[in-house]
């Protein structure tokens, strides 16, 4: 098996060598899937997940836009549209200068296999661009949104591909992209998700990614008889995920110890409760502060700059900023302090010698393809509203979610179990994901 799992990583690095995060996606998925397709003679020999690797499309694009003192700025525009055997392309648009295409194809990558699970009919893709929004004006971040939609446009559709935020892209930035989709097409049609609520958005979509992860990680700990009351939890980030799975913890009994941004993280030993949360999500979402800001209004706080908190012992840790945030050394400290369960709320941040320190520690650990598919899954839910003119409540919606999550759990355990009984959720929601889109592909022909 070794062998036939290194010859294709070794194909795959010959086409993308220089591309180390989306080979990183690439092997974990490897390792995982490959063993079952070799079991199951209706994909074997048919090349099906060297054809998932190789997106469908890629985009690159030159946006151009004047800045508040009336200078040209130039950045670089991406949609990879990676597979659509089971729907129209779907995934968020990531404003980062660390943006990438390496970055953007393992996010696309797992986009496949999450949207996947989530049992929706959608397909994967992502984009973003190299622009930074921090230190912009509201206008500056108009002028780049318009000048980014005035490409993107011809790309996407509501049946053609869907997109919606990542890191660096909320509320705010989806308002200026659909304000200028809608001019361009002349229609107002479910183009983006994410949208507000008086002009087509869902209820819960915000919170859903934040809410997703830790009804994940319930159901987790659920197995082992356990919940999250009275828990340590330590998180990290202080973007969207990261806010509302703090709210969530904080509403299911637990403490969160800690939130960071990239310049360091603060730790409260008396936890962040629902007032000092919300004090966050102001700092945040309206000022655009800096987490060391909490200090300010909480001194008996702790800020470590230039860190993540994964050194504070906790019972629970989410990490909710980015990928690979999460090492194999902080792995090692978790589990020294007695971390018992790990639920990922960004997309890929434990590394490859983490994710193995933790399930050799047979912890509770779920990679963030199962864990945070609660934001694309309201995405879906989104669209069929749009669809259908219509608006679920919030707790219509709620409840939604909360199934979806229960299903992803479901059916890591179906494809993971292992016959000590661990779960191993990397293994289940992988082959869980690929078994539905290599159907559809298989079902469609060579394309
Ligand atoms: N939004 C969604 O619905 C979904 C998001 N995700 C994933 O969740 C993660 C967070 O996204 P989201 O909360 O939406 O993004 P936001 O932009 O709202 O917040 C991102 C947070 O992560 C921090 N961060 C970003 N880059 C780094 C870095 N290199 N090192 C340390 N901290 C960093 C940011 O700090 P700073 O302000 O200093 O940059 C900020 O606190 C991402 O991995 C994203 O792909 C997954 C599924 C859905
Ligand atoms: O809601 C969406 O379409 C995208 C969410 C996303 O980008 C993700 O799941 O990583």
């Known amino acids: 098996m070794k062998s036939i799992i290194n010859e294709f990583l070794g194909l795959v690095k010959q086409r993308n060598g220089n591309e180390p995060e989306f080979l990183q996606a690439v092997e974990e998925v490897a390792e995982t899937v490959l063993p079952y397709i070799v079991k199951h003679d209706i994909y074997y020999g048919k090349n099906i997940l060297l054809r998932m690797v190789e997106p469908e499309r890629v985009i690159t694009f030159r946006v151009c836009w004047v800045d508040d003192s009336g200078e040209i700025q130039v950045n670089r525009g991406y949609r990879i549209q990676m597979n659509s055997a089971i729907g129209p392309y779907k995934g968020g648009l990531r404003f980062h200068p660390t943006v990438n295409m390496s970055i953007l194809k393992f996010l696309a990558f797992e986009q496949v296999f999450k949207n996947s699970l989530t049992t929706l009919p959608m397909g994967g893709g992502k984009g973003g661009s190299d622009f930074d929004p921090k230190g912009k004006s509201d206008n500056e971040i108009m002028r780049f949104c318009h000048a980014f939609m005035g490409e993107l446009f011809r790309h996407i559709g ?21 304000g200028m989709y809608k001019k361009i097409s002349n229609g107002f049609t479910g183009v ?38 009275g828990k340590k939890v330590v998180v990290s980030g202080s973007g969207n995920v990261a806010q509302y799975a703090a709210e969530k913890v904080i509403q299911l009994g637990g403490k969160v110890l800690t939130l960071s941004d990239s310049s360091g993280y603060i730790y409260d030993k008396e936890g962040i409760d629902s007032e000092k949360l919300k004090f966050v999500m102001e700092l945040k979402n309206e000022k655009r502060g800096r987490i060391h800001e909490y200090l300010n209004e909480y001194p008996n706080s702790k800020y470590v700059k230039g860190k993540t908190p994964w050194e504070i012992p906790c019972d629970i840790a989410l990490p909710c900023a980015t990928q690979n945030e999460l090492n194999e050394d902080d792995a090692k400290t978790l589990l020294n302090n007695g971390c018992i369960c790990v639920s990922e709320g960004a997309n890929m941040p434990s590394t490859k010698g983490a994710i193995d320190a933790f399930h050799k520690a047979r912890i509770l650990f779920a990679p963030g393809k199962a864990s945070n598919a609660g934001g694309v899954a309201t995405s879906g839910l989104e669209m069929t509203q749009n669809s259908l003119r219509f608006n679920w409540t919030r707790e219509e919606v709620d409840l939604k979610l909360k199934e979806i999550m ?28 690929f078994v539905k889109v290599a159907d559809a592909m298989l079902a469609q022909g060579v394309v």
């Open 406 to 433: 229960a299903n992803i759990h479901d059916s890591c355990i179906e494809y993971g179990k292992e016959e000590d009984g661990y779960i191993d959720y990397v293994k289940g929601a992988n082959i869980a994901g």
């Open 158 to 178: 509501h049946n053609t591909d869907v997109p919606a935020g990542d890191i660096g892209v909320g509320a705010r930035e989806i308002g200026f992209l659909f």
């Open 192 to 229: 983006l998700t994410g949208k507000g609520m008086s002009w087509g958005g869902s209820l819960i979509r915000p919170e859903a990614t934040g809410y997703g992860t830790v009804y994940f990680a319930d159901s987790m700990l659920e197995t082992r008889n356990d919940s999250f009351e």
